[in-house]
């Protein structure tokens, strides 16, 4: 069984991530997306929020299931016999970014880190910049499921 970890905060998914996810999905046996429990950062949707959008969102793959942690990811993945994690590269800060946690990451554990270039159509997305357009009356149809687009609306208009 070849299995793989998508990490993040996922506050909330977005096409982009979802996309990395399906592209996984395909190519693994099992696909864990893992939702990272941060009590120092404030959100807008809860973990279990997000647990809940991500299992709707990702039910069209057998193949993908939805967890939480805290603490290190790579105590997760060793927890849960998951030998490499999937992280998404938009542009090349991003694996600036991600190269070093990659390094860490197999020091500390030698779980391994695969980067797939992320879709050019999404490659200027991230949650923080969905929450700020949609907070502010813009429109970010086609930048998130459906779904999230309709909770967007409705959690910051309340
Ligand atoms: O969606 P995000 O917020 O960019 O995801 C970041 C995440 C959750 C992948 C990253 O912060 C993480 O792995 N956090 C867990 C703590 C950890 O293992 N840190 C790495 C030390 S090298």
Redesign the pocket.
């Known amino acids: 069984m070849r299995r793989v970890v998508c ?5 909330p998914i977005t096409n982009g991530h979802l996309d990395i996810i399906g592209r996984s999905a395909r190519l693994y046996d099992e696909v864990t997306v ?1 939702v ?1 429990i ?1 009590v120092e950062k404030s959100s807008l949707f809860t973990v279990d929020e997000r647990i809940e959008i991500l299992q709707t969102v990702t039910k069209e793959f057998d193949n993908v299931k939805v967890r939480k ?1 805290h ?5 997760f993945c060793k927890q849960n016999d998951i030998p490499a994690i999937v ?1 998404g590269i938009r542009v090349v800060s991003d694996f600036d970014y991600e190269l ?2 990659a390094q ?2 197999y020091r ?1 554990s030698g779980v391994e880190t695969l980067f797939m270039p992320t879709n050019p159509e999404y490659s200027f997305l991230s ?1 923080s910049r969905v929450k700020e357009i949609a907070r502010y009356g813009g429109d970010v149809s086609g930048l998130v499921p459906d779904l999230v687009h309709k909770l967007l609306i409705e959690r910051l208009r309340s």
């Open positions: 990490p993040g905060s996922f506050d893992a990272l941060n942690f603490g290190l990811l790579v105590d992280k070093q946690m860490l990451n500390l949650s």
